[in-house]
């Protein structure tokens, strides 16, 4: 229940020396979003906060990186495991936003479980964070609608800008309001757009890189619908390709009528990358786990090393014969 997270975080925040949010590593909208959505819950008991982002901020999503670089204050709020390394305090309080797993996150040794909350969407992985409270909704369409229904919980009035934010993680998540969905994200939305959310700015926010969008093209051509009503996507084994490219593509090919789209291909010399995406009746995230990944019904992805496109291609299809219907 949203109230106990509420209850729980008032004292747990009052308690704190300050609070420290983590969102995924390479944040995207709905992690960059939600974490910014968090530290308004921060000030509200005037206690400091920081974002932890330990990526080079190159390799960041360009609407993402510019929502970082916006941020109230953003220089002193946004920081590095180096510069966490110097200010922490056993008092802290960690807030993992967006994310379960250690594997997603940069910030592992130095958490401590006692102090860590943990607010998700995704199925918890097996490599999931230990932590004193958690609070998965699965239900929920992404972590900024579920941030948002705690700032309401909280009646913090949210301003503009990062109603704007939540916004775009909600959109992002829900591939622009067309899955995922419940009357729920849009009573959220609608409470989003009563703060003043910038409906224009979202748009911006997704509009395409040329190239970046051509690479996306090229893996759509390559769908493959051999598999009842899922699509694959094999990149080809010379070309590098980026995860979140894998993950447009199959989220694009959702649109032709499939259930669901796996996209994999290779991210660097020694790792493939698998990006699923679905409209929900494959449990996509549970077929991520046969390659120690995760993720929930809508999405999921996995990152396998030392192995040829070909191999986790053959094995991935295989997978699909036995298909993970919901039923
Ligand atoms: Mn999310």
Redesign the pocket.
């Known amino acids: 229940m949203i109230k106990d997270l509420k209850l729980y975080m008032t004292d747990r925040i009052i308690n704190a020396n300050k609070v420290i949010i983590v969102p995924?590593n390479k944040p995207?909208f709905?992690?960059i979003g939600?974490a910014a959505g968090i530290t308004l819950i921060a000030k509200k008991f005037k206690k400091e906060s920081r974002i932890i982002v330990n990526d080079n901020i190159d390799t960041i999503n360009n609407g993402a990186r510019v929502i970082i670089e916006g941020l109230d204050n953003s220089k002193d709020l946004v920081i590095n495991n180096d510069t966490y390394r110097i200010i922490k305090d056993k008092n802290d309080l960690f807030v993992l936003t967006?994310?379960n797993t250690h594997e997603l996150i940069s910030i592992s040794d130095l958490l401590i479980p006692k102090n860590t909350i943990v607010i998700?969407?995704?199925d918890l992985s097996k490599d999931c964070v230990e932590c004193d409270y958690r609070y998965i909704d699965t239900k929920a369409?992404?972590?900024?609608e579920i941030i948002t229904k705690l700032l309401c919980n909280f009646k913090i009035k949210i301003p503009s800008d990062i109603a704007t934010y939540l916004l775009a993680?909600i959109h992002?998540?829900t591939a622009r309001l067309s899955k995922n969905t419940s009357s729920e994200t849009f009573k959220i939305i609608s409470k989003l757009l009563d703060s003043k959310a910038d409906v224009n700015r979202v748009s911006e926010f997704f509009v395409e890189d040329f190239y970046s969008d051509r690479k996306v093209q090229n893996l759509v051509n390559r769908l493959d619908v051999s598999h009842y009503t899922i699509g694959t996507i094999i990149a080809d084994e010379n070309e590098l390709v980026e995860s979140v490219e894998l993950a447009k593509a199959a989220d694009y090919s959702l649109r032709y009528g499939l259930d669901a789209v796996f996209a994999l291909g290779r991210i660097d010399d020694d790792t493939i990358s698998i990006s699923s995406r679905s409209h929900g009746k494959v449990n996509v995230g549970e077929v991520m786990k046969e390659f120690d990944g995760g993720g929930h019904q809508y999405?999921g992805a996995a990152k396998i090393k030392d192995a040829s496109i070909e191999e986790v291609g053959a094995k991935l299809k295989k997978l699909l014969k036995n298909p993970y219907y919901i039923s």
């Open positions: 995924h995207d709905d992690a939600s967006d994310v998700d969407h995704h369409s992404s972590a900024s993680g992002l998540d999405s």
